[in-house]
């Protein structure tokens, strides 16, 4: 667009110059020359503008057109907030964040903290899942112990964390030794390197905050600047021939 422009204003002086030269240029077309001249540099002027927008972060119509052909967003079902705790593969949902204890389904119900493939939930103080299949609630519940930085895989039913993600091969443990990934239910942790957990029951280390959530984001445009970016674009479609 930038070109655009700049070829425009070219013209219009080399025809004002051309003109004058020939001394064949009426008043009438001077004047109309000089003026085609003036909106020529109002629209760079104005296109100058609308790129500091876009540079902002201001949305196009043009943006939003497109936008508006792509799939909807799906939407997630989650868990009541008195129910906050998935489990039972979706199905369900816990107001605890611990399983129960219920030594027939092994694993899954041995009093742990919950999980997606849990079978049990503490004191069963459960409801089904709202929209069939449900994710946990993202709002704020109790803190769970978690296992140390420098130890941050859980295993053993959360009773010990591995420095490793890894199992050590072990044959008389199956597969729950095998060298694969470690999982809470897994029984040896690579190279042994080990610690309790501190809280007796864990869950995997998790940072508080991913680098690219605690690095700062670029301010927003507020609503009097989005409107003055708005007014600078519908501008340019009218009087300056901006095409998406």
């Known amino acids: ?9 070219v013209l219009v002086v080399l025809t004002l110059a051309e003109g004058g030269k020939k001394g064949k240029l009426d008043p009438g077309a001077r004047k109309a020359a000089r003026k085609a001249a003036r909106a020529a540099r109002k629209c760079n002027k104005m296109n100058k503008k609308f790129e500091g927008c876009l540079e902002k972060g201001y949305n196009s119509i043009c943006d939003e057109s497109v936008d508006n052909n792509e799939e909807e967003e799906v939407v997630v079902n989650h868990c009541p907030t008195d129910f906050p705790n998935v489990y039972y593969n979706g199905q369900h949902c816990c107001a605890s964040n611990m399983e129960k204890v219920y ?3 092994g694993a899954q119900c ?3 903290v919950i999980q997606r493939d849990s079978l049990c939930c503490a004191g069963d103080q ?5 929209g069939g299949n449900c994710e946990s609630n993202p709002a ?3 803190d769970i112990p978690q296992c140390p930085a420098s130890h941050p895989n859980v ?9 490793s993600n890894m199992e050590k091969v072990y044959a008389p443990q199956g597969a729950q030794c095998d060298g694969s990934v470690i999982q809470r239910d897994s029984l040896c942790c690579a190279g042994d390197q080990h610690t309790p957990c501190p809280g007796g029951n864990c ?3 998790q ?18 600047e989005l409107k003055k970016c708005a007014r600078v674009e519908r501008n340019l479609m009218k009087k300056c021939d901006y095409e998406c």
């Open 1 to 9: 667009m930038k070109v655009f422009f700049g070829v425009l204003i």
């Open 103 to 105: 030594a027939p389904q």
């Open 110 to 112: 041995d009093g742990s």
């Open 126 to 130: 459960h409801t089904p899942c709202p």
């Open 140 to 142: 704020p519940t109790p």
């Open 155 to 163: 295993y053993y039913n959360g009773q010990h964390c591995c420095a």
């Open 203 to 205: 869950a995997s280390y």
């Open 207 to 224: 940072p508080s905050r991913s680098k690219r959530e605690s690095e700062p984001e670029e301010a927003p445009l507020s609503k009097k």
